[in-house]
């Protein structure tokens, strides 16, 4: 099924080639072109090409610019002269593209929000939030003594984040940062942005915001080096999120550097490591105001702080209570 309006705006975005001249739908329609017609349209379209960003070259804007901000040439140009770090310019253009989508759509009805994701409340799940509450008994226990944060809200929060560390993303947090730190140039994100001929006050902010959002990527990027060599990371085995959080707790990689925490006194903060995760989150937590006995609706601030989603802080709480209330009082403190 294909609603017109959906059909005319796909239509609408076909390139010039596809579409048929007024001439030729005249010979079209003799006979002889109806046949034609009907073979055209059922022969399958051949499938479209994948993007293929160009290899040589493509990264020295950047590379120059991470050397001039005080990183070893040298180690760059190995770096990102490696098969596995590629530019996608389409990274950036999915972002703009839902942006837009935003901001063409205000006015219009939205959908509503779910008051919780009832998916991390099902017995499978918290069978294993018990289970971590349990084998990191004694991080949580660390974690609280310092940040003054409850076991069972590290432990939500980190089921909701990464479900507790088994899915940390799979994408390259390099090559995401830094295909959106590149692609400030706005000639490589155009091709593939989805709506044409926007107004010029639209246009403009449009290469405003993706630069914005280069500028927040190129700090993210520079911030995911450091932490990759403090850590002892090789930076391009780093798996990430759509937009480059990593870590059990997805810490965007400043965040990383700022609240990153070592635990398990290895020397080294390393976010994929359950203990040191688990500091971190409640160190992040505290410096965003955390604060022991604090009303349900102030931990729901922080948490917002977190990920500015209120369905995710309640899901978080939900799950909290649930963890809570397998404890008995004394256990848990509350």
Not at 168 to 173: L, T, Y
Not at 176 to 204: C, K, Q, W
Not at 230 to 238: E, H, K, T, V, W
Not at 285 to 297: I, K, Q, S, V
């Amino acid at each position: 099924m294909c609603p017109w309006t959906a059909c005319e705006r796909a239509l609408s975005r076909l390139p010039a080639r596809f579409l048929l001249t007024s001439r030729a739908v005249h010979i079209l329609a003799r006979p002889f072109g109806v046949a034609l017609l009907l073979a055209l349209i059922l022969v399958p379209a051949p499938a479209p090409a994948q993007f293929q960003a160009p290899t040589q070259g493509v990264w020295s804007p950047l590379t120059r610019r991470l050397a001039e901000d005080g990183f070893d040439p040298v180690a760059l140009s190995a770096l990102f002269s490696r098969a596995e770090v590629r530019f996608d310019p389409l990274i950036m253009a999915r972002k703009m593209n839902a942006l837009l989508e935003v901001k063409l759509s205000v006015g219009k009805p939205k959908p509503e929000a779910p008051e919780l994701y009832l998916s991390y409340l099902n017995p499978f799940l918290l069978m294993q939030a018990r289970g971590f509450l349990d084998t990191q008994r004694t991080a949580l226990r660390e974690a609280r003594t310092r940040f003054g944060v409850p076991e069972e809200i590290v432990t939500a929060l980190l089921l909701v984040e990464t479900k507790l560390g088994r899915n940390v993303g799979n994408k390259s947090a390099l090559s995401t940062l830094a295909s959106m730190a590149l692609a400030g140039d706005f000639s490589l994100v155009a091709p593939h942005i989805e709506y044409r001929d926007l107004p010029p006050n639209l246009a403009l902010w449009l290469r405003w915001r993706t630069a914005q959002k280069a500028a927040w990527a190129y700090k993210e990027l520079k911030a995911l080096l450091v932490y990759a060599k403090s850590a002892g990371f090789d930076p391009a085995s780093i798996p990430g999120s759509v937009y480059g959080a990593i870590g059990i707790c997805q810490f965007m990689p400043t965040n990383a550097v700022r609240y990153g925490m070592d635990l398990d006194g290895d020397g080294r903060v390393d976010l994929f490591n359950p203990t040191d995760a688990v500091l971190s989150t409640a160190r992040f937590l505290a410096a965003n105001g955390w604060r022991a006995n604090m009303t349900r609706e102030a931990q729901m601030t922080v948490l917002y702080r977190y990920n500015h989603s209120h369905p995710y802080t309640r899901t978080i709480m939900a799950v909290a209570d649930r963890l809570r209330d397998d404890e008995t009082p004394a256990e848990s403190g509350w």
